[in-house]
């Protein structure tokens, strides 16, 4: 198991593409707060109404001042036709290999079905505009889940 981020400490940087083959970094992200969450694989039926529940909660966060950016495995033409179909309207990055998974600690052992196997570890995190980690949320479910990050952030939708 990798070792899990704590709030206060530096987001491990990254520099991956996004739906449309745009390399983004996480550097490139200093000075915006960031919603990053990490999900197993587009167009599931579990991160299908995560994202979506990205999408119809964008307006309140952006509000805020938080861009919202989630990462899978998935290529980016999986990630483009995950974005056009559902109607997202936020970035979604492509990491393959996990690496980036790794340094944030959300790939390793999980029960799925009543066996441990080995993959993503559902989490999203929450980055001040220092590229600090403000909230490190570990397995969390799909469902509901931005109605909870909402409210720890004290925002109101």
């Keep these: ?3 899990r981020l704590e709030p206060g400490t530096a987001a491990p940087d990254f520099s ?15 000075g915006e707060k960031v919603v990053l969450y990490f999900y197993p694989a587009a167009m599931t039926p579990g991160c299908t109404t995560q994202a979506c529940d ?6 309140s966060l952006q509000g805020a001042g938080y861009r919202v950016i989630g990462i899978s495995r998935d290529e980016p033409s999986t990630l483009a036709a995950f974005r056009e179909r559902d109607g997202l309207t936020f970035t979604l990055l ?25 993959g993503v570890i559902r ?7 220092d590229g600090v980690i403000d909230l490190a949320l570990y397995n969390v479910k799909a469902t509901g889940h931005v109605a ?7 925002i109101d939708a």
Excluded: C
């Design 54 to 59: 990205f999408r119809d909660s964008i307006g």
């Design 148 to 154: 909870r990050i909402r409210k720890l952030l004290g």
């Design 1 to 3: 198991m990798t070792q």
């Design 94 to 118: 492509s990491d393959p290999d996990h690496a980036v998974h790794s340094a944030y600690g959300v790939w390793g052992e999980k029960m799925n079905y009543g066996k441990v196997i080995e």
């Design 123 to 129: 989490s999203t995190f929450v980055l001040n505009a």
């Design 16 to 30: 991956l593409l996004d739906q449309d083959g745009t390399r983004i970094s996480l550097a490139d992200l200093r």
